[in-house]
């Protein structure tokens, strides 16, 4: 399949693995370079440039595919050093960037100086056409279903994806409740060139984290995400566990006046605990809503195949049935 996406980062597949702290790894991000997608490295897991730039040189052995690095841009305890995060990622030879949080416009003129391509993850449409503004190359859509920070305007991916579609002249992909060749038909279908996924990524045999956090993504059903830090304007939907409990718990009695500190203990830190050691009731950590979409834990290259698979059998069969007149017993999923 050929799309803007897959022209524009010299990929196989419009495929995109959104960058996610302590899961985009060289592991993950390799994997998904090889079997055809764009892997990513989270750029800010390496908790210094020097240590990113080793990431980066560990993904460059295992794979001569294109990949990318993400830097999120985010209220946090202490502000990392982005100048050289991103002298990390130009010296290591990546040549695509996936911004997230904040408007990615100060480091623009650094990022485009070292030739490379940025896709920004924003959760709106006027944030879109702020990037499109300011020189992004591609913008990666999110809708309000995402694993991780929906924004605050709450509009789901059937609305905002054909909202974006009428308003960009860049390329975006679909980002938030993506898990199969139905999410990446319809995502083509209203506009998008391709699609980003998250949550699925994290339940495949290569993510690398802990066995736990797998099986409570395939344990878990669409009913069983959070949003936490609503008050804060920092929305994140998570994981519902023991310790986003306590956390809604103290939002409840706290109100308007929460203030960050409040919940320290419920989201600081709480990455390692959760994919390194398995402690699922540590605290917040990012899930979608497509969670309700994922059954089982397969290789990368399984997951991606069957995607594409998928998707292509829904476009031949199902949906041109529809016009020649065979369509109507055509099965809504091609593959199981
Ligand atoms: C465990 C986890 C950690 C994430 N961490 C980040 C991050 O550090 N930076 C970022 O830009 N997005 C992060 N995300 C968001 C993803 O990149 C992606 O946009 C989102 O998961 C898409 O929604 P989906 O989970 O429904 O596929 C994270 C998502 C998950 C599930």
Same mark, same amino acid.
């Given at each position: 399949m050929k799309t803007a996406i897959t022209e524009l980062f010299g990929i196989q597949h419009p495929i995109i693995q959104g960058g996610m702290h302590y899961v985009g790894f060289a592991e993950l991000a390799a994997?998904?370079?090889?079997?055809?997608?764009?892997g990513i490295i989270t750029g800010l897991t390496q908790k210094t440039p020097e240590l990113l730039a080793k990431e980066i040189a560990r993904c460059r052995d295992m794979t001569d595919k294109p990949f990318g690095v993400n830097l999120t841009f985010l209220p946090s305890f202490t502000a990392p050093p982005y100048p050289e995060?991103?002298?990390?990622?130009?010296?290591?030879?990546?040549?695509?960037?996936?911004t997230a949080g904040r408007s990615p416009?100060?480091? *623009?003129? $650094? %990022?485009k100086a070292a030739g490379i391509k940025v896709i920004h993850k924003c959760t709106s449409v006027r944030h879109s056409l702020k990037a499109e503004k300011i020189g992004c190359d591609a913008v990666s859509v999110d809708g309000f279903e995402c694993g991780g920070h929906p924004g605050e305007d709450d509009i789901p991916n059937?609305?905002?994806?054909?909202r974006a579609a009428d308003e960009l002249k860049i390329p975006f992909v679909?980002?938030?409740?993506?898990?199969d060749g139905r999410s990446l038909v319809a995502s083509l279908a209203m506009g998008a060139d391709g699609i980003n996924m998250g949550t699925r990524f994290v339940a495949t045999k290569e993510a690398p984290v802990h066995d736990n956090v797998k099986r409570a993504l395939v344990e878990a059903t669409e009913l069983d995400t959070r949003l936490v *830090?609503? $008050? %804060?304007?920092?929305?994140?939907r998570v994981l519902k566990n023991k310790g986003v409990d306590q956390l809604l718990e103290i939002e409840r009695e706290k109100g308007a006046s929460l203030k960050i500190q409040d919940i320290h203990e419920q989201v600081a830190g709480v990455y390692p605990k959760v994919m390194v050691d398995g402690e699922m009731d540590a605290g917040a950590w990012s899930c979608g809503m497509v969670v309700g979409l994922i059954n089982d834990?397969?290789?990368?290259k399984e997951l991606i195949d069957r995607v594409m698979t998928e998707a292509e059998q829904i476009i031949r069969q199902r949906l041109t049935g529809?016009?020649?007149?065979?369509?109507?017993?055509?099965p809504t999923r091609a593959v199981a």
């Open positions: 994997a998904v370079s090889n079997a055809g997608g764009l995060y991103i002298a990390a990622i130009r010296e290591g030879g990546v040549r695509i960037v996936e416009e100060q480091y *623009m003129p $650094a %990022l059937m609305i905002l994806l054909p679909a980002s938030g409740g993506m898990a *830090m609503r $008050a %804060l304007r920092n929305t994140e834990i397969p290789t990368v529809f016009l020649d007149g065979t369509g109507a017993k055509a």
